[in-house]
């Protein structure tokens, strides 16, 4: 299995700071990688997929980079709303694999 | 607008299967290039994957819980079903329903989930 390795497991931050989390895959996944945002007590929203293409309706705020191994989602200017958790998923092969998350809390 | 809704029983006791259906409207279950699957969140835990099937009948599954688990399709009802066998305490969670798009690599849309605890 591809293991999906989020870095950090949390991080506080204010609105409008730039927050980027990592993602790293133990092998190589090319652009195979999608982003998801969770908050409390909802279903888990699709942002990003193959690494870099924004969802329809999510804020341009929002951006994904990365391929091969490394991987990262950055908000530019974090928003009120954004305040929640975030993981990765690969898509390269089976079995689909997700990372632990990370959650983005207020400071 | 695609739909999906889970249902099935709450409550399930160890050792027992669990079992699931999601009901799929607004669209139909026989899309090539989609597939049909269930993630599970334990409680305050991580989204794990179980396993994905289109309409031919083709599936995917965890390799942790590959010989446990089986998903089908039924599209004359536009829905698909998982049963996960020999329950445990640890299988307690969030089950979601969810599309997966195989150009993208991605799951959406996603149900509402149901939890399905796992007690005697």
């Known amino acids: 299995d591809i293991q999906m390795t989020q870095s950090p497991s949390s991080v506080s931050a204010s609105v409008g700071d730039r927050v980027t989390i990592t993602c790293r895959a133990s092998q190589i996944i090319s652009s195979f990688l999608a982003w998801y945002q969770q908050k409390p007590g909802e279903v888990p929203k699709l942002l990003i997929y193959?690494?870099?293409r924004l969802q329809s309706g999510v804020p341009s705020r929002f951006s994904g980079s990365g391929s091969g191994t490394d991987f990262t989602l950055t908000i530019s200017s974090l928003q009120p709303e954004d305040f929640a958790t975030y993981y990765c998923q690969q898509a390269n092969s089976f079995p689909l694999t997700f990372g632990g998350g990370t959650r983005v809390e207020i400071k | 607008q695609l739909q999906l809704q889970e249902s099935g029983p709450g409550l399930v006791k160890p050792s027992e299967t669990l079992a699931l259906t999601c009901s799929v409207s607004?669209?139909?279950?026989?899309?090539?290039?989609?597939?049909w699957g269930w993630i599970r969140q334990p409680p305050g835990k991580a989204l794990e994957w179980i396993g994905i099937?289109?309409?031919?009948?083709?599936?995917y599954y965890s390799a942790s819980l590959t010989s446990r688990v089986s998903i089908s399709v039924d599209v004359s009802k536009n829905q698909f079903s998982v049963r996960l066998h020999s329950v445990i305490v640890a299988d307690t969670a969030i089950y979601y329903c969810?599309?997966?798009?195989?150009?993208?690599?991605?799951?959406?849309?996603w149900g509402r989930g149901t939890l399905v605890a796992v007690s005697s």
């Open positions: 099937i289109d309409y031919s009948g083709t599936t």
């Open positions: 193959v690494s870099s």
């Open positions: 607004g669209g139909s279950i026989s899309r090539s290039d989609y597939y």
């Open positions: 969810v599309q997966w798009s195989a150009s993208q690599g991605s799951f959406d849309p």
